[in-house]
């Protein structure tokens, strides 16, 4: 099954998605790899982000592929208490997972912030563009073109 994980980190940046990138190769293999993208914090006040996202091919259950994304957080220095607007180490989304969709406590997917936010859009559009939304089925190419780039704040690296 094709999934898509998106990854943020604010502190320390290059030094934690580093090291996702090669705990996820470690843990899915072979990875497609987005651009980063540097964009300015959302929901509060703090140092820019830099986000990208990684498609990977695997016959895992969803919640294994949670599980490991969780621990390889963890592994990197975030706290099982954080809170969800702050800054982190490293914050690695499991943002779509084949066509699944599911609202399981904490497993959204297909996760909502792929339509709210540039951050996860535009390198999502990036790496698969012609791939569609599992609820609108609209491309992502398509779903980027008509983002409101308004007071878009944010910048491929």
Known sequence: MRGYISIG??????????????ALEHSFGAL?????????AVGFSGDAFHNLIVGFDSDLEVKSVA???RQIELDNGRTRDSQKFSARTLDL?????????????????????????AFVL????????????????IS???LWEKFDKTNLNQRKL
């Open 32 to 40: 497609t790899i987005s651009s980063v993208y540097e964009s300015e």
């Open 140 to 142: 992502y190419s398509a």
């Open 9 to 22: 980190s604010n502190i320390d940046k290059e030094t934690h998605i580093a090291a996702s990138l090669l």
């Open 67 to 69: 599980k490991q994304l």
């Open 93 to 117: 989304d499991l943002i779509l997972y084949g066509d699944l969709i599911i609202s399981d406590g904490r497993l959204q997917i297909p996760r909502d912030e792929i339509e709210r936010y």
């Open 122 to 137: 535009e390198p999502l559009a990036e790496i698969d563009p012609t791939a569609t939304h599992p609820i609108s089925g």
